[in-house]
């Protein structure tokens, strides 16, 4: 297993009692973190989820390889719409592997950027299309129902845009990623020729990463997805194991649900010293948040349970939330997520200025810094009674980043069991997307139009 999971920080002999967890209490719940790896086993057996699977996908990988490998050179920008788990995938794998965006590389046929348009917010929509080259564009569209809204009019946008560029070569320049039993955007795409990629039907948005919606921008984008799959390939079988020592998703799974549930700490900070790993918690937050926060258990009965996610970035939030999470409500739990090894441990020089609080870091490290600013945080919030744990991973590549989204989603899986929830809907998103259908006019959601200038005239009161 090439992610560690350190959950010393979450036992009581460190937080004290009313905070952390006892040796019995642990000892005492692995039956029940047996039974939720069991009962997901299970469902996957009868093909409910489909996402451990995907890393063991060898021809559709390949499929995907060969395809960018064929169309590389003829563009500079990879251009995705979508959003939700229809983009924070691709963000994530993009800015671990190539960089945080605005500081990677420059940019070329051989090593195309990645532009997201996840947002309806007109002034990025154009500000982005005013930074690429129609006709060095490569544009994904990403939507498993293949109507989202917003992915569907940002779309409509850019479809225009690369028209006016590329006329009857447009088709050439779109790849639609999308279901393919169904939706509107399967069926444009049939019928104007895109070059289309299928999502299974049993994986859902949020856990999509590892299908062609994380892998056709990230290959396109000139990151070696195989290094990816493989990484994630090797750590399922890990994932699978009741071995709690050998398990980290389930082992961090049953940690985080008895320090939520037992000891209320209803906010988890998911707290990356990598600024690699920034998009990734920007995934996880969706993970966590979409796939926990629900109002009815798999019985029926209401429970609304959720923990709510939060990232944060070392160092940099050390100077703008630790002031919270120090002396603020004790309802946290921090997960540190440290890198082991940097490529360039970045060198700090060592001339001497004569200055106390210059000369003592000369030859030393930022990625000693970075270290020490961790652990120290760890220690700090330990002393101030907040439970927090880390986990590690040697370094930030394609294989442990590949290794590390798995775990994340096989994690949440086993959290949902463990909360009797269904993990892998989101009912309570439709309303608010079926309100926005009824305002914009679209057929069949007059209902919602009506119930909206319902709820205006209450406010109206
Ligand atoms: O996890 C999910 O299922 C959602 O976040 C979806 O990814 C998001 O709503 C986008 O859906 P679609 O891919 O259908 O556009």
Same mark, same amino acid.
Request: hydrophobic share 40%; net charge neutral; with cysteine.
């Given at each position: 297993?090439?992610?560690?999971?350190?959950?010393?920080?979450?036992?009581?002999?460190?937080?004290?009692?009313? !905070?952390?967890?006892?040796?019995?209490?642990?000892n005492q719940s692995k039956?029940?973190?047996?039974?939720?790896?069991?009962?997901?086993?299970?469902?996957?057996?009868?093909?409910?989820?489909?996402?451990?699977?995907?890393?063991?996908?060898?021809?559709?990988? &390949?499929?995907? *390889?060969?395809?960018?490998?064929? *169309?590389?050179?003829?563009?500079?920008?990879?251009?995705?719409?979508?959003?939700?788990?229809?983009?924070?995938?691709?963000?994530?794998?993009?800015?671990?592997?190539?960089?945080? !965006?605005?500081?990677?590389?420059?940019?070329?046929?051989?090593?195309?950027?990645?532009?997201?348009?996840?947002? *309806?917010?007109?002034?990025?929509?154009?500000? $982005?299309?005013?930074?690429?080259?129609?006709?060095? +564009?490569?544009?994904?569209?990403?939507?498993?129902?293949?109507?989202?809204?917003?992915?569907?009019?940002?779309?409509?946008?850019?479809?225009?845009?690369?028209?006016?560029?590329?006329?009857?070569?447009?088709?050439?320049?779109?790849?639609?990623?999308?279901?393919?039993?169904?939706?509107?955007?399967?069926?444009?795409?049939?019928?104007?020729?895109y070059r289309t990629f299928?999502?299974?039907?049993?994986?859902?948005?949020?856990? #999509? *990463?590892?299908?062609?919606?994380?892998?056709?921008?990230?290959?396109?984008?000139?990151?070696?997805?195989?290094?990816?799959?493989?990484? $994630?390939?090797?750590?399922? !079988?890990?994932?699978?194991?009741?071995?709690?020592?050998?398990?980290?998703?389930?082992?961090?799974?049953?940690? !985080?649900?008895?320090?939520?549930?037992?000891?209320?700490? #209803?906010?988890?900070?998911?707290?990356?010293?990598?600024?690699?790993?920034?998009?990734?918690?920007?995934?996880?937050?969706?993970?966590?948040?979409?796939?926990?926060?629900?109002?009815?258990?798999?019985?029926?009965?209401?429970?609304?349970?959720?923990?709510?996610?939060?990232?944060?970035?070392?160092?940099?939030?050390?100077?703008?939330?630790? &002031?919270?999470?120090?002396?603020?409500?004790?309802?946290?739990?921090? +997960?540190?997520?440290?890198? %082991?090894?940097?490529?360039?441990?970045?060198?700090?020089?060592?001339?001497?200025?004569?200055?106390?609080?210059?000369?003592?870091?000369?030859?030393?490290?930022?990625?000693?810094?970075?270290?020490?600013?961790?652990?120290?945080?760890?220690?700090?919030?330990?002393?101030?009674?907040?439970?927090?744990?880390?986990?590690?991973?040697? &370094?930030?590549?394609?294989?442990?980043?590949?290794?590390?989204? &798995?775990?994340?989603?096989?994690?949440?899986?086993?959290?949902?069991?463990?909360?009797?929830?269904?993990?892998?809907?989101?009912?309570?998103?439709?309303?608010?997307? %079926?309100?926005?259908?009824?305002?914009?006019?679209?057929?069949?959601?007059?209902?919602?139009?009506?119930?909206?200038?319902?709820?205006?005239?209450?406010?109206?009161g």
């Open positions: 297993m090439s992610i560690h999971f350190d959950d010393t920080n979450l036992l009581a002999r460190m937080v004290g009692e009313a !905070h952390g967890l006892t040796p019995d209490e642990i039956p029940v973190a047996l039974e939720a790896l069991e009962s997901f086993r299970k469902a996957c057996d009868e093909g409910l989820y489909g996402f451990p699977h995907l890393p063991f996908q060898t021809k559709g990988i &390949q499929e995907i *390889v060969r395809y960018a490998s064929d *169309v590389r050179g003829s563009f500079d920008s990879v251009c995705l719409v979508g959003i939700g788990g229809s983009a924070l995938g691709a963000w994530a794998i993009d800015c671990a592997i190539r960089g945080p !965006h605005p500081v990677q590389a420059p940019f070329s046929t051989q090593s195309p950027r990645l532009v997201i348009l996840d947002n *309806v917010d007109p002034s990025y929509v154009s500000l $982005a299309l005013d930074s690429m080259n129609p006709k060095k +564009t490569m544009v994904v569209v990403t939507a498993k129902s293949g109507s989202t809204a917003e992915t569907i009019a940002t779309f409509l946008i850019v479809r225009e845009w690369l028209t006016k560029a590329m006329a009857r070569k447009t088709p050439q320049r779109i790849i639609a990623v999308t279901s393919e039993a169904r939706g509107d955007l399967k069926a444009l795409a049939s019928a104007e020729g299928h999502i299974p039907e049993n994986v859902g948005g949020r856990f #999509s *990463v590892l299908s062609p919606v994380g892998l056709v921008p990230a290959a396109l984008a000139g990151i070696d997805i195989r290094k990816l799959c493989r990484g $994630a390939a090797n750590v399922t !079988h890990f994932c699978w194991q009741p071995d709690l020592e050998q398990n980290v998703a389930l082992r961090s799974a049953l940690m !985080h649900w008895l320090i939520w549930t037992r000891r209320n700490k #209803s906010i988890q900070v998911a707290f990356p010293y990598s600024n690699r790993l920034w998009g990734t918690a920007f995934w996880f937050r969706q993970l966590w948040a979409e796939s926990l926060g629900k109002a009815r258990n798999r019985q029926g009965e209401t429970v609304q349970v959720g923990q709510t996610p939060v990232a944060a970035l070392g160092t940099t939030d050390q100077h703008s939330q630790v &002031q919270l999470y120090m002396e603020g409500p004790n309802d946290k739990v921090f +997960t540190f997520w440290e890198v %082991k090894k940097f490529k360039n441990p970045g060198r700090i020089p060592k001339g001497r200025t004569g200055y106390e609080s210059f000369d003592y870091l000369g030859g030393q490290t930022l990625a000693k810094l970075l270290d020490a600013e961790r652990r120290s945080t760890a220690a700090a919030l330990t002393s101030a009674q907040r439970p927090n744990c880390t986990f590690s991973l040697d &370094q930030v590549d394609e294989e442990n980043l590949g290794a590390f989204l &798995q775990v994340l989603e096989f994690e949440t899986a086993f959290m949902g069991e463990l909360l009797n929830i269904n993990a892998f809907d989101q009912e309570g998103v439709e309303l608010g997307k %079926k309100f926005t259908f009824g305002l914009m006019g679209r057929k069949g959601y007059e209902e919602y139009e009506q119930s909206f200038a319902d709820y205006e005239q209450k406010r109206l």
